[in-house]
């Protein structure tokens, strides 16, 4: 049954731009998305972005819109219980599937992740669009948890989307003009709150695609960081034709100012009768 959420962590996403849900995955979906991702990094769906590591040590692995093309990713998204939270936290009467992605980093990958936030990457506009990000391991500050600036989907600042390392995709973003680059965080990190927290299995960042953020590499020798993300709109986003997004993320099948539709991004909630297996 899904999660009923309270005022407090609705209001809490609402003013900081983030918040960690427990335990909102569950042991069986786990266990079928740990397998899906192992299968994902074995045989990789079309979009894969892995990225070359620092001095060959661990692997990076990368894929996006895997729900296209993997069963259990597609059951995933459309028919867990992400959509009814989605739904709560964006205080939307409808959600859309943007799209799912992986974020993998082996033992011993001691690759960041650059600060960022996430949509100037995407050809959408609109305020009501967040990401679950949660991984079958255990998350650490060791193992490359998530840093977040508390708050600063609130600056109203979109920054330009960079390459985030050497990687197989086609990543070279255009130039935006309305954009500005990313500040030097980590050079001033006092000057911002900056927040994290560890995950267990089965909890999951919930974030503003706006709220800038980023992580560490893995550290560990022992333990992997499979990070799989998903990220839904809500009832004010449209598609957007300016300069900058992923190309893999771009459609010629929508015009400037259309609402999301199915098959690329299906409504989820209200639950569709077609989602259902």
């Known amino acids: 049954m899904t ?9 809490a996403f609402e003013t900081d731009g ?30 894969i972005h892995g990225y070359d590591t620092e001095d060959g040590r661990g ?10 093309n993997d069963p259990e990713f597609n059951d995933f998204c ?21 799209y799912d992605q992986l974020f993998v980093k082996e033992s011993d990958t001691p690759n960041p992740t650059r600060w960022h936030n996430d949509q100037p990457y995407w050809p959408i506009r609109g305020r009501q669009v967040l990401s679950f990000w949660f991984s079958p391991d255990p998350v650490t500050a060791e193992t490359g948890a998530l840093e977040f600036i508390r708050g600063s989907h609130r600056w109203d600042k979109w920054f330009q989307p960079e ?13 935006n003009p309305d954009y500005e680059p990313i500040p030097d965080i ?41 990070g799989y993300t998903v990220r839904y709109t809500g009832d004010d986003i449209r598609y957007d034709t ?26 989820v909630w209200p639950a569709q009768r077609s989602n259902r297996r």
């Open 186 to 226: 980590d050079a001033a990190r006092d000057d911002y709150d900056i927040v994290s927290w560890e995950l267990a299995p089965g909890d999951a960042y919930v974030f503003h695609a706006l709220t800038v953020h980023g992580a560490g590499g893995n550290r560990r020798a022992d333990q992997r960081r499979r």
């Open 242 to 267: 300016r300069p900058g997004p992923n190309a893999n993320l771009q459609s010629e099948t929508y015009a400037d100012g259309d609402a999301l539709n199915a098959p690329l991004h299906p409504v």
């Open 3 to 11: 999660v009923t959420l309270s005022e407090k962590e609705i209001g």
């Open 59 to 68: 692997k990076f692995h990368g894929n996006l819109r895997i729900w296209e």
């Open 78 to 98: 459309l028919n867990s219980d992400l959509p009814a939270l989605a739904a709560q936290l964006m205080r939307s009467d409808r959600v859309n599937l943007l």
């Open 18 to 47: 983030v918040i960690v849900l427990r335990g909102i995955v569950t042991p069986r979906w786990l266990d079928r998305i740990a397998s899906a991702i192992d299968r994902d990094i074995a045989e990789p769906g079309p979009f």
């Open 163 to 175: 390459r985030f390392g050497d990687t197989t995709a086609h990543d070279h973003y255009e130039r």
